[in-house]
Structure formats: C-alpha cells, structure tokens
C-alpha cells in the first residue's frame, strides 16, 4: 500500500513550475540580449565621438569674426542681461534711487497728503 498516486492537482503545480522555470530562462536570455546590444551601441557612439574629436583637434574651426555691438541711442537703458528695463535707470530698481530711505511713519503721513489713504 505504499503506492503513490500522483493527483491531478499536483501535476498541474508541477507543470506550473516548468512552465514558469522555461519563461524566467527565456526572460534572462532577452535581458542579456538588449544589454549586449546597448553596449555595442554606446561602444559605436564612443567610436563616432572620438573619430569627431580628433578630426576636429586636426582641424580646428575658422573664427567666425565678430560683430561690433551698437551702442543704444535713446532713453531706454539695457540691464545686464540685455533685456530693456523701461528706461529706468540701474540705481531705480530697488531702494527709490533717491538716497536714503525715509520711515514708514513720514511715507504714511506722505500718502495721507496727497489723499491716498484715509
């Protein structure tokens, strides 16, 4: 009475895992395939970078000449960065540009005359 009886349930979970085993083998084999193929890519771009940089070491560019700047005629100044400010100037940016600051209680007062505030 020692017979084993194989049922059908576990040759289902036996084929499961030989199934799964022959797909993780061939998932592997196609992961090392792209990583190979990368690689030989980036090999052949490293190639092509190098051949351009030695080609361009043995032959350097001409200078293309340079332009001379126009000097800006009118009211509108440039900032540093070449965009127009509106014609203020670099010292009106921040501060009032008018020398020294005055306390909020004279600038309040200020406004009061003049009928800003109430």
């Not at 059908?8 to 030989?18: G, I, Q, S, V, W």
């Not at 799964?20 to 980036?42: D, T, Y």
């Amino acid at each position: 009475m020692s017979s084993k009886t194989v049922s059908p349930a576990h040759l289902a979970r036996l084929e499961k895992r030989k199934i799964a085993s022959e797909e993780g083998a061939q998932a592997i084999a196609e992961q090392e395939a792209r990583a190979i193929a990368v690689r030989q890519n980036m090999e052949r771009l490293r190639a092509l970078r190098l051949a351009k940089e030695a080609q361009e070491a043995a032959h350097p560019p001409e200078p293309s000449p340079k332009r001379a700047k126009a000097k800006s005629v009118g009211m509108s100044a440039k900032s540093p960065a070449g965009k127009s400010n509106g014609g203020k100037s670099a010292a009106g940016k921040k501060g009032g540009g008018k020398g020294q600051s005055q306390p909020l209680s004279a600038w309040l007062a200020a406004q009061r005359d003049t009928g800003r505030l109430r």
